[in-house]
Nanobody, 119 residues
Framework: QVQLVESGGGLVQAGGSLRLSCAAS????????MGWFRQAPGKEREFVAA?????IYADSVKGRFTISRDNAKNTVYLQMNSLKPEDTAVYYC???????????????WGQGTQVTVSS
């Protein structure tokens, strides 16, 4: 079992930046692919980015967001630049056994952190 805790959300103006962090329990962190998803009210949860040995991104964030990980600290990050109002959502950290964009492949989820981008 893996426990995940997100932090770093908040309110930012359009064009600004935020860095989200996700701290994971356990000593097998490097064995998991880690992903970020987001969900706005009334919308389906959608894939944002994931990292294992390589990285993958949703087209909507490519070039603006960067996912990274520090296996020694059991932590994954999401650096978000050039933020837009449509990025407003609750952002969730998740863990999977393979590098994937599919929600159903992720077995463990954090509680989420709110990101609000004002125009």
């Amino acid at each position: 079992q893996v426990q995940l805790v997100e932090s770093g959300g908040g309110l930012v103006q359009a064009g600004g930046s935020l860095r989200l962090s996700c701290a994971a329990s356990g000593r097998t962190f490097s064995s998991y692919a880690m992903g970020w998803f987001r969900q706005a009210p009334g919308k389906e949860r959608e894939f944002v980015a994931a990292i294992f040995r390589n990285t993958i991104y949703a087209d909507s964030v490519k070039g603006r967001f960067t996912i990274s990980r520090d296996n020694a600290k059991n932590t994954v990050y999401l650096q978000m630049n050039s933020l837009k109002p449509e990025d407003t959502a609750v952002y969730y950290c998740a863990a999977a056994f393979v590098l994937t964009m599919q929600l159903y492949d992720y077995d463990y989820w954090g509680q989420g952190t709110q990101v609000t981008v004002s125009s």
